[in-house]
């Protein structure tokens, strides 16, 4: 079974916002158009969202580390 990511997956760690972030990335004519891609299990999209939340938690954990020392 391939390792593919599905929306389910990534659901608990969006954030407001992050459908338009997406949309703007694959450049979607709009945040539900977006959302429509990722429903329908696009991998551009899922992709978009993978990359956009993993750099988020990396932000925040860089961000913290630098704060704490």
């Known amino acids: 079974m391939e390792n593919v990511t ?7 760690k969006m954030q407001m916002g992050d459908f338009d972030l997406v949309a703007e990335m694959i450049n979607a004519p709009s945040r539900e158009a977006a959302k429509m891609r990722l429903r329908r299990g696009d991998e551009q999209a899922l ?3 993978k990359t956009l939340i993993e750099k988020r938690e990396s932000i925040v954990k860089e961000f913290q580390n630098d704060n704490n020392q």
Not at 6 to 12: G, I, V
């Open 47 to 49: 992709n978009a969202l």
């Open 6 to 12: 599905r929306l389910e997956q990534l659901k608990p």
